[in-house]
């Protein structure tokens, strides 16, 4: 019934690795992205948008985190 947002499942991303060469474990905010979620990984750079609840794990898809 309209309006409701597809989120992901936190069991989800306890099971989701990075596809980069490490494979490490993802860290999930369900707050990032105006609601919709991301996955940041917890080696590299890289953060991974989540779209219609599905995680986008695509390397040349991801952004990169800010160094502060």
Known sequence: PGGSA?????WVAEIL???CEV???L???PTAADGAGEL???ACTR???ISEGIPVLLLD???HREEL
């Open 27 to 29: 860290d999930y905010d």
């Open 61 to 63: 898809q991801a952004r």
């Open 40 to 42: 940041a990984c917890t």
């Open 6 to 10: 597809v989120t992901l499942q936190p």
């Open 23 to 25: 494979h490490a474990p």
């Open 47 to 49: 953060v991974f948008a």
């Open 17 to 19: 690795a990075c596809p």
